[in-house]
């Protein structure tokens, strides 16, 4: 069951991480304490599900479908996150996503560590992240909308002559 946002931020402090790991379905099968105690959850509630369990509204199609299609390539990502928390509160995040290898390259786990990210680029991440969002809700099939935002998004970065990941680090 999905909760309503309460538009009301939750903070963590910039010496956490929150950290979870998925196997390459992307069904959570670890969450640290620091994890828990944000978004509100017991363990038992979130080991097993899927990690949209936290996927908050306003956040873009696009940003998750780059973020698979990164992961799945083999390489890492990072990204800046808005996640909802059990009660409806949201809390900003900056994410770092790696796969984990096994013995003969497949990837067995995805990781996820995040930190506290810089409110300055959370500022200008937010209107970037609208937009995107207003885009995808022109377009009635989820699968137009991941189409029409990844292009809008592609034409954001080249304007800004970076790609995503070298993107984030400037904002
Ligand atoms: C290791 C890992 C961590 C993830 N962390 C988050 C997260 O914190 N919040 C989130 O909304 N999605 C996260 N995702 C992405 C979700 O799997 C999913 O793609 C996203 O919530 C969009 O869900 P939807 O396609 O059902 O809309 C993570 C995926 C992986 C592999």
């Given at each position: 069951?999905?909760?309503?946002p309460?538009?009301?931020?939750?903070?963590f402090?910039?010496?956490?991480?929150?950290?979870?790991?998925?196997d390459?379905e992307g069904?959570?099968?670890?969450?640290?304490?620091?994890?828990?105690?944000?978004?509100?959850?017991?363990?038992?509630?979130?080991?097993?599900?899927p990690h949209?369990?936290?996927?908050?509204p306003?956040?873009?199609?696009?940003?998750?479908?780059?973020?698979?299609?990164?992961?799945?390539?083999?390489?890492?990502?990072?990204?800046?996150?808005v996640?909802?928390a059990?009660?409806?509160?949201?809390?900003?995040v900056?994410?770092?996503?790696?796969?984990?290898f096994?013995p003969?390259?497949?990837?067995v786990?995805?990781?996820?560590?995040?930190r506290a990210?810089?409110r300055?680029?959370?500022?200008?991440?937010?209107?970037?992240?609208?937009?995107?969002?207003?885009?995808?809700?022109?377009?009635?099939s989820?699968?137009?909308?991941i189409a029409?935002?990844?292009?809008?998004?592609g034409r954001v970065?080249?304007?800004?002559?970076?790609p995503y990941?070298?993107?984030?680090?400037?904002?």
């Amino acid at each position: 069951m999905r909760r309503e946002p309460t538009n009301v931020e939750r903070f963590f402090g910039d010496e956490e991480i929150i950290v979870s790991k998925t196997d390459p379905e992307g069904r959570i099968t670890y969450a640290n304490d620091v994890f828990l105690r944000v978004a509100g959850y017991r363990e038992s509630e979130v080991i097993g599900q899927p990690h949209s369990l936290i996927r908050h509204p306003d956040m873009p199609r696009a940003v998750f479908k780059l973020l698979w299609d990164t992961i799945a390539a083999g390489h890492e990502i990072f990204a800046y996150v808005v996640n909802l928390a059990k009660n409806g509160d949201h809390y900003w995040v900056f994410a770092h996503v790696t796969p984990t290898f096994g013995p003969n390259g497949e990837i067995v786990a995805y990781h996820s560590n995040r930190r506290a990210p810089d409110r300055a680029a959370i500022a200008k991440i937010k209107p970037i992240y609208a937009d995107l969002l207003a885009e995808e809700r022109r377009h009635p099939s989820k699968a137009a909308q991941i189409a029409a935002s990844t292009d809008l998004l592609g034409r954001v970065v080249s304007q800004l002559g970076m790609p995503y990941d070298e993107l984030v680090f400037t904002l």
